[in-house]
């Protein structure tokens, strides 16, 4: 019997019909290992990994992972995207108006209200991305002492 095991970070751009290169594993790795992250974040940490890549190049390899469905980009409005690497699930975002922090919250499980529109206009509705604006707890007491 053979025990089962997580593929590697290269099986899974393979896997995903990306060629495997030493940024691309980097890109994924950084997105998973951090929450929530900017591509200027990104970028750093992978030049620590990796040393230099270009800013263009990450935005490349973060959209061919993004298209891969390997990670996802978020749109907060009046915010630049940000992306993570929770995919393949139909979860929302809290978001902080005050210090932009990000938390993701899970949608309701069994039937997904959000996933039902008032009129879907003929869509075959499979996703919903909602965000949640607010304080998080360190702004709201910080306010409210």
Request: aromatic share 4%; with cysteine.
């Amino acid at each position: 019997m053979t025990a089962s095991r997580n593929p590697t970070t290269a099986e899974e751009l393979r896997g995903a019909g990306l060629r495997v290169t030493a940024a691309r594993v980097a890109l994924l790795e950084t997105v998973r290992d951090g929450d929530h992250l900017g591509a200027e974040a990104i970028a750093s940490e992978v030049r620590g990994r990796v040393g230099h890549i270009s800013v263009q190049a990450v935005y490349e390899g973060l959209h061919a992972l993004t298209a891969a469905g390997l990670i996802r980009r978020l749109d907060p409005p009046g915010s630049p995207a940000l992306y993570e690497g929770r995919v393949g699930d139909n979860h929302h975002h809290l978001v902080c108006r005050s210090c932009g922090t990000v938390a993701d919250v899970d949608c309701a499980v069994g039937h997904a209200p959000c996933l039902t529109a008032s009129d879907d206009r003929g869509f075959a509705v499979d996703e919903a991305e909602v965000i949640y604006w607010g304080l998080c707890p360190a702004c709201s007491t910080a306010r409210n002492p």
